[in-house]
């Protein structure tokens, strides 16, 4: 069975830090890109981020660029998302998933919740 | 970047309604699109790829059509568990771009 965990969200003050984990099993991680989604309360679905099998290639929305950086660890099967200079308009559930070009693969995790309050 | 316009915002149908969703995007995107369906507090499940191929497991109620720049994504009989919200979701070029999405409520 295919899983994907998010882990790592919380509560934390405008201008700090989280790192979130997604970790994966059931299918062949190190195969797949992988996708970061966020979406804040009420509102819909924002592609945040997304990296190769290889992590030869990243790419990262407008609205993060600069600020966050995804990784992976293959050999761990993990995803992770590291978050700097956080602010309010971040607060949201993100999501891992698997990418949307890979045909009939469809993975998500059940997101993990980011609050940026003071 | 691409911008997809989701219609309507909002609809209320009744069980058994044939409903339709339509997406449009600010330029050509072959049939790099899904549709996803995703009710509260749940993650967005994937119900077509590729415009118009179901995905596995998806009922055969739900199609997709269209290529380049219009998309519609049809429910054929309206039912119970289909009351949700939906996005249409670009992968042409990045960053993917998803709609505004389109909340099916009960009438």
């Known amino acids: 069975e295919v899983q994907l965990v998010e882990s790592g969200g919380g509560l934390v003050k405008p201008g700090g830090s989280l790192r979130l984990s997604c970790a994966a099993s059931?299918?062949?991680?190190?195969?797949?890109?992988m996708t970061w989604v966020r979406q804040a309360p009420g509102k819909g679905l924002e592609w945040v981020s997304s990296?190769?099998?290889?992590?030869?290639?990243?790419y990262y929305a407008d609205s993060v660029k600069g600020r966050f950086t995804v990784s992976r660890d293959n050999a761990k099967n993990s995803l992770y998302l590291q978050m700097n200079s956080l602010r309010a308009e971040d607060t949201g559930v993100y999501y891992c998933?698997?990418?949307?070009?890979?045909?009939?693969?469809?993975?998500w995790g059940q997101g993990t919740l980011v609050t940026v309050s003071s | 970047d691409i911008q997809m316009t989701q219609s309507p915002s909002s609809l209320s149908a009744s069980v058994g309604d044939r409903v339709t969703i339509t997406c449009r995007a600010s330029?050509?995107?072959?049939?790099?699109l899904g549709w996803y369906q995703q009710k509260p507090g749940k993650a967005p499940k994937r119900l077509i790829y590729?415009?118009?191929t179901l995905q596995s497991g998806v009922p055969s109620r739900f199609s997709g059509s269209g290529s380049g720049t219009e998309f519609t994504l049809t429910i054929s009989s309206l039912q119970p568990e289909d009351f949700a919200t939906y996005y249409c979701?670009?992968?042409?070029?990045?960053?993917?771009?998803f709609g505004g999405g389109t909340k099916v409520e009960i009438k």
């Open positions: 590729g415009a118009s």
């Open positions: 330029q050509g995107i072959r049939d790099d």
């Open positions: 998933a698997s990418p949307p070009d890979y045909g009939d693969v469809d993975y």
């Open positions: 990296i190769s099998s290889s992590s030869s290639h990243i």
């Open positions: 979701l670009q992968h042409k070029s990045y960053p993917p771009t």
């Open positions: 059931g299918f062949s991680f190190s195969r797949y890109s």
